[in-house]
């Protein structure tokens, strides 16, 4: 199976700050790749996926961004960060083809002062 | 395009209770069908998944769904809960084949009084 590995952890930054978010993915190759953020008391709220290197699809216009420089890395960024930036930010992934189980890593708590 | 629904925001069980949460998808097909489990500050663990054949799925932590394409249902349930499984509950649906976007509800929260 796969993991996935998101850091960091936690994170607070002041509004207007910059933000990068990354995960990466072992234990499969070529792997859909996906963002998204989970507000307090919310579901999921599907944000950027990718289906290979440098292939990103966004889902929510905002003022994140994403990127994947390699095959199992995702990064997600912003230039300046607002207060409703807050949230739970989840990775996912699924596997060859994107005919699979999707698998999440353990999230960053991001607070935005 | 694919939706689901979980229609119970709360639910609340005594600890050895049988439990079943609700879950109803709009899709012009059978999708693929999935049910995770989410503790607090934690991502999401896959409990099981159906993709086609039996409509009884079983999964981890003795959960198990039943698919009822007349209903357009996959309600999960447990025999007998236990405290640890109070946690957050998501039902997703994908389309079969594709680029897999999977959707998800907005999720149930399960609480166990002891």
């Known amino acids: 199976s796969q993991t996935i590995h998101q850091w960091p952890a936690t994170l607070v930054q002041p509004v207007g700050s910059p933000l990068s978010l990354e995960c990466t993915v072992e234990?499969?190759?070529?792997?859909?790749l996906y963002w998204y953020r989970q507000a307090a008391g919310r579901g999921l709220q599907l944000l950027f996926y990718s289906v290979g290197i440098g292939q990103i699809s966004s889902e929510v216009p905002q003022n994140l961004s994403a990127s994947r420089p390699q095959d199992r890395q995702f990064i997600l960024s912003s230039k300046k960060l607002l207060l409703s930036d807050s949230g739970f930010y989840l990775c996912a992934s699924t596997g060859l083809a994107g005919i699979d189980t999707q698998y999440f890593g353990p999230g960053t708590r991001l607070t935005v002062l | 395009a694919q939706s689901v629904t979980q229609p119970d925001i709360h639910i609340t069980v005594s600890e050895g209770a049988s439990l079943e949460l609700r879950c109803n998808y709009s899709?012009?097909?059978?999708?693929?069908l999935f049910w995770y489990v989410q503790s607090p500050g934690q991502g999401l663990q896959l409990l099981l998944k159906?993709?086609?054949?039996?409509?009884l799925v079983q999964g981890i932590k003795g959960f198990e769904a039943e698919f009822k394409r007349s209903q357009s249902s996959f309600n999960l349930r447990k025999p007998s809960v236990h405290w640890s499984d109070a946690a957050e509950y998501f039902c997703a649906v994908a389309p079969p084949g594709g680029s897999y976007i999977p959707t998800f509800g907005r999720g149930t929260s399960l609480i166990v009084h002891p």
């Open positions: 899709y012009g097909a059978t999708p693929y």
């Open positions: 234990g499969t190759s070529n792997p859909n």
């Open positions: 159906y993709f086609s054949g039996d409509t």
